[in-house]
């Protein structure tokens, strides 16, 4: 069985710096693209970036870029988001979704989300 | 502001059927496979459709998904209680190279 397990949210100031993680199992991680989307709660779903599976190709939301980094260790099995700089709006819940692995991009697997607050 | 439109709400009775839009472009839509997911609430987004009509294992066959154009709809037959949930269409975006969602749609079951 597929398994993501986001953790390393938070309350952070302004500014402020925070790691994401997000656990894999139940696939061969390595194989699959990997995407982080957010959720301002009450709100719609927000692409944040993705990944390819050996992590030379990445990809960010303009809204991020120069301030997310989306990197992965696949011999830990695990999916990360360092965010500096971090604004009041991108308070959100951040999931981790795996890619298809097919030709055409689609999100078949989700984490349960880890909640980030900016705020002073 | 979100790149696809969804209306923001639908309703229906149940045993009913209800259709969802997801309006969006050629660089989008136009050009590229859709999903949709449903999200219950206090819940993570599930993959419902792929490959704009294409049903993973485990989704029952009264949801369907269909493309025309820039557009697509997933359609909901049967309507459940259980079926409430906000529904979200996404797919690639090939001028801003990277992924796009609909701002969502609840679905109410009278």
């Known amino acids: 069985e597929v398994q993501l397990v986001e953790s390393g949210g938070g309350l952070v100031q302004p500014g402020g710096s925070l790691r994401l993680s997000c656990a894999a199992s139940g696939f061969i991680f390595s194989r699959y693209w990997m995407h982080w989307v957010r959720q301002v709660p009450g709100k719609g779903l927000v692409w944040v970036s993705y990944?390819?599976?050996?992590?030379?190709?990445?990809t960010y939301a303009d809204s991020v870029k120069g301030r997310f980094t989306i990197s992965r260790d696949n011999a830990k099995n695990t999916l990360y988001l360092q965010m500096n700089s971090l604004r009041a709006d991108d308070t959100a819940v951040y999931y981790c979704?795996?890619?298809?692995?097919?030709?055409?991009?689609?999100?078949?697997?989700w984490g349960q989300g880890t909640p980030v607050t900016v705020s002073s | 502001q979100s790149v696809l439109t969804q209306p923001p709400s639908v309703s229906a009775a149940p045993g009913q059927k209800v259709t969802i839009s997801c309006s969006g472009s050629s660089s989008n839509i136009g050009n590229n496979y859709v999903s949709w997911y449903q999200q219950l609430p206090g819940t993570a987004p599930k993959l419902l459709i792929y490959d704009t009509n294409k049903r993973p294992s485990g989704i029952p066959d009264r949801f369907s998904g269909s493309k025309s154009g820039t557009s697509a709809t997933l359609g909901i037959t049967g309507l459940q209680t259980g079926d409430e949930a906000d529904y979200y269409c996404?797919?690639?975006?090939?001028?801003?190279?990277?992924?796009?969602f609909g701002g969502g749609t609840k679905l109410t079951v009278l």
């Open positions: 990944i390819n599976g050996d992590g030379a190709r990445t």
């Open positions: 996404g797919t690639w975006d090939s001028s801003l190279s990277g992924g796009v």
């Open positions: 979704a795996r890619d298809s692995g097919s030709v055409t991009t689609f999100f078949d697997s």
